[in-house]
């Protein structure tokens, strides 16, 4: 027939099959450096993980009239609210310039935190059906959820610099440049509590409902809706320590980044000193929490199928 | 423990030559059941009083076996005996507690047909998801696209989202996926019993073409013909542990007798079952005449079925009878007294007939007979299920449940 491979004799399958080294079936999770395949495993995987994240796209707002017009409907909504009910009926617009591209920006970033790290949790268990049946790198799901927050996170982009056009402050400056630590800084901490938590999850469902409330607090934790001055001023004479903890807190600096990058407004607001060395030093102890929270995955995973 | 050192023939010229795909070495598989799975649940019985919460399960135990490439291997077992257990550790979905496996070469998994179509997406969507899954490149895929979907037979439905597939359809798109991603090793999971007949013959035709390319094709199957016909070796797992290993024909055998053991002992226990019918199949007897109770049934033999009946109260007009069924449950062969004509005296206590049938051309395997009490309607008084068993020998020159002399011969053109 000539669907599949006619010129294949068994001898030349055999003396193919001859040829090519015996690896362990499943992943080799016990060898030391499994976190280097996996990259190159997964590298192999590419087109899978851009056929999963196309999937998680498609189905979410498929049978939906609007379609992708309401990945940009609620963030619009979102912008809108709490421009009037934080920024004009609770008056946080007085002591804030430009609030509404301010909270926004700050919600774009934490938006794209917080739908990687719930994403990301729920992916092994809501992928169940395949990892009981299929083996492929299970670190796909966690990254294809990953994936489809990036490109939600495009979208809010797109409504920001939109916000900024209409507002009249187009960010055309150097500052912008801190876009991109924010944006890889807030990656690294995405993948490595995903991963963690995407694992943690099949063994105790819990998480996932614990993750919603550690998010909503995360939210409140970083300022986004209020600003980085109000809380030094508060805490820099009494508790200088605290507020360096919460400072220091790497969606606080992905937050802080994105407002310098796109809140021209508050350009002479007063930002923690050395932001982007802060941030060069997160980053460095989130590159070591993903290869510690990837072990922890790759030791847990041999158990997923058992588990779901 | 190997079974490369067999002694049925291969289906392949050169069997000493093939390399191995699959080594299993000493595998084990422990499940640990917890009856607790929530968080305030697994810190109540946190330590000492959580491992009374769980329970140790071992699914495989030792297990070793080596695959050579372009055999067709069936696992065989009784419900819960490991074999899929096996499969999937082969398959790397899960990991063996004790022990290791390695393979080469390209592994497909026909574990559960379907498994990763998304019900929102598009047939043709699913193929490309399904057949990434499976390990095929975009542009390997986009070329094998046309087969996949004419083997199918989907046609336009291909734009259609899956859910509106019927399960029919489901099935076929993604066996269609599964065997078109060019496998060196292929794992099957009773997923041959699914689809219609004419799809099941499609699969069954692809199995056989794969086995003349020389892939290799591990078999979970509980139809004892289909491995039979299949495979040329099996392995008989019970409880977790290899039973036997060989040709296929001899595994079966070996099977069937530990089913037909569980069988009696279940029976026996069931056994204490107060019956309020006056009537009652009290005996049922297979004789083969000319052999040893017991004894295999060779073509042409005259089987003689002897059943005896009671009744508690008179009756006057009653029909007996029986059936003959294969293992699986399938009808071969049923007569009564009405059919024969045969008009028996009223029934005072108890009564005996006997059915005599001459020149029985079974196919080989067991067989089972129910033997009945009926009413002049037809309506059963009483049955007795698999009241008797007798085994046919097997025949080397053709499968099925019938014997018919047979001979092959060259056409010249």
């Known amino acids: 027939?000539?669907?599949?491979?006619?010129?294949?004799?068994?001898?030349?399958?055999?003396?193919?099959?001859?040829?090519?080294?015996m690896v362990v079936a499943g992943q080799p999770s016990k060898v030391f450096g499994g976190t280097f395949g996996i990259v190159r495993e997964i590298f192999a995987h590419r087109q899978l993980l851009d056929l999963l994240i196309r999937r998680d796209l498609k189905s979410r707002y498929k049978d939906s009239a609007l379609g992708f017009v309401w990945t940009l409907i609620r963030p619009i909504t979102q912008l809108i609210i709490y421009y009037f009910v934080m920024g004009q009926i609770l008056g946080a617009a007085r002591s804030i310039p430009e609030f509404a591209v301010y909270i926004f920006s700050g919600l774009t970033i934490y938006g794209l935190f917080s739908e990687m790290i719930a994403g990301s949790t729920s992916s092994i268990v809501s992928n169940g059906g395949l990892i009981k049946k299929v083996y492929t790198p299970r670190e796909i799901y966690p990254l294809a959820s990953i994936g489809s927050a990036l490109f939600n996170f495009g979208i809010q982009l797109v409504v920001l610099v939109g916000a900024t056009i209409v507002t009249g402050a187009i960010p055309w400056h150097w500052d912008i440049l801190y876009f991109f630590p924010s944006v890889v800084l807030v990656l690294i901490y995405g993948v490595a509590f995903g991963l963690l938590l995407a694992a943690l999850n099949v063994y105790l469902r819990d998480m996932q409902y614990l993750v919603e409330v550690l998010l909503m607090l995360a939210m409140w934790a970083s300022p986004i809706v209020y600003s980085w001055s109000m809380v030094s001023d508060r805490l820099a004479a009494s508790h200088g320590w605290l507020l360096q903890l919460y400072t220091d807190n790497p969606i606080t600096l992905a937050v802080l980044g994105f407002h310098r990058a796109f809140w021209i407004g508050g350009a002479d607001t007063p930002y923690p000193?050395?932001?982007?060395?802060?941030?060069?030093?997160?980053m460095l102890i989130g590159l070591v929490l993903v290869y510690a929270f990837h072990r922890v995955f790759a030791r847990l995973q041999g158990n997923f199928a058992q588990e779901l | 423990m190997s079974i490369t050192h067999d002694n049925a023939p291969g289906r392949l010229d050169g069997t000493d030559t093939r390399p191995t795909v699959v080594s299993i070495s000493n595998v084990s598989k422990k499940f640990v059941i917890r009856k607790d799975n929530s968080l305030k649940e697994r810190l109540v019985t946190l330590g000492r009083a959580g491992r009374r919460h769980s329970e140790e399960f071992w699914a495989l135990?030792?297990?070793?076996?080596?695959?050579?490439?372009?055999?067709?291997?069936?696992?065989?077992?009784?419900?819960?005996?490991?074999?899929?257990?096996?499969?999937?550790?082969?398959?790397?979905?899960?990991?063996?507690?004790?022990?290791?496996?390695t393979r080469r070469g390209r592994l497909a998994a026909l574990l559960e047909l379907g498994a990763g179509f998304h019900p929102d997406l598009t047939g043709r969507e699913n193929v490309f998801l399904n057949a990434s899954i499976l390990g095929l490149s975009q542009a390997e895929t986009e070329d094998k696209f046309d087969d996949i979907l004419t083997f199918s037979g989907i046609g336009d439905f291909i734009d259609t989202q899956v859910k509106f597939y019927s399960s029919g359809m489901y099935v076929r798109l993604a066996f269609a996926v599964a065997i078109h991603t060019d496998p060196d090793v292929l794992l099957v999971d009773e997923v041959l019993a699914v689809g219609d007949e004419a799809f099941q013959r499609?699969?069954?035709?692809?199995?056989?073409?794969?086995?003349?390319?020389?892939?290799?094709?591990?078999?979970?199957?509980?139809?004892?013909?289909?491995?039979?016909?299949?495979?040329?070796?099996?392995?008989?797992?019970?409880?977790?542990?290899?039973?036997?290993?060989?040709?296929?024909?001899?595994?079966?055998?070996?099977?069937?007798?530990?089913?037909?053991?569980?069988r009696i002992a279940e029976a026996e226990a069931a056994e204490p079952e107060e019956d309020a019918n006056p009537g009652a199949v009290t005996k049922t007897e297979v004789i083969v005449e000319g052999r040893e109770p017991g004894a295999e049934v060779q073509p042409g033999d005259t089987i003689l079925v002897r059943i005896e009946f009671s009744h508690t109260t008179p009756l006057d007009r009653w029909h007996s009878g029986f059936k003959i069924e294969t293992n699986l449950g399938t009808q071969v062969y049923g007569t009564d007294s009405r059919m024969l004509g045969l008009v028996h005296d009223p029934l005072r206590g108890t009564a005996a007939v006997?059915?005599?049938?001459?020149?029985?051309?079974?196919?080989?395997?067991p067989y089972f007979v129910h033997s009945f009490l009926a009413q002049p309607s037809g309506a059963h008084i009483a049955?007795?299920?698999?009241?008797?068993?007798?085994?046919?020998?097997?025949?080397?020159?053709?499968?099925?449940?019938?014997?018919?002399?047979?001979?092959?011969?060259?056409?010249?053109?």
């Open chain 1, 1 to 21: 027939m000539a669907t599949t491979t006619p010129s294949t004799t068994p001898d030349e399958r055999f003396a193919r099959l001859d040829n090519e080294p």
């Open chain 1, 273 to 282: 000193d050395e932001l982007l060395l802060r941030m060069g030093i997160a």
């Open chain 2, 61 to 101: 135990k030792d297990v070793s076996l080596d695959i050579p490439a372009g055999s067709t291997i069936g696992l065989l077992g009784p419900n819960g005996s490991g074999k899929s257990t096996l499969l999937k550790a082969i398959g790397g979905i899960i990991e063996p507690t004790k022990g290791t496996i």
């Open chain 2, 202 to 262: 499609k699969c069954l035709d692809k199995i056989r073409e794969f086995q003349q390319q020389g892939r290799t094709i591990i078999l979970v199957s509980h139809s004892l013909g289909q491995v039979q016909e299949l495979c040329d070796q099996a392995v008989v797992l019970s409880r977790g542990e290899v039973k036997f290993q060989g040709s296929a024909a001899d595994a079966v055998k070996n099977f069937r007798d530990i089913l037909e053991g569980r």
């Open chain 2, 354 to 365: 006997e059915y005599r049938l001459t020149d029985v051309r079974l196919g080989g395997g």
């Open chain 2, 383 to 413: 049955i007795q299920r698999q009241a008797a068993r007798f085994v046919v020998a097997d025949d080397d020159e053709a499968s099925g449940v019938i014997r018919i002399k047979a001979a092959a011969r060259a056409l010249t053109a």
